[in-house]
């Protein structure tokens, strides 16, 4: 499953530029592929939420850094499509909720 993941890419929320709603465009990027200790999510729902919409205008700049492109919307429900080497609580197939920088 994970190569026909890595063979089309995503669909992301991006933002070029710092701006309102009209800075947003949803566009395909490339799929990244898992280190060492990370997963790749299926995602199957995602939401932007009002850390998104302040990174979008650019008031969290200090966190966020000045380069672009920016992918929003990080809270996510999917299934695991692929994992990295040293990954050995998760597997391919696996139902997951993610919400990155959790610390879990």
Known sequence: MAADLISTG???AVIDR????E??????????APGRNDVLVKVQAASINPVDWKIRAG????????SFPKILGNE???????????????????QVVVYPGSGG
């Open 76 to 94: 996510c429900a999917g299934e695991i499509a692929g994992t990295g080497a040293g990954v050995t609580l998760f597997q391919q197939g696996d």
């Open 10 to 12: 995503m669909k992301a």
């Open 59 to 66: 008031m969290i700049k200090i966190l966020t850094g000045r």
């Open 18 to 21: 710092y701006g309102g709603n």
């Open 23 to 32: 800075a947003v465009l949803i566009r395909d990027v490339a799929l990244p």
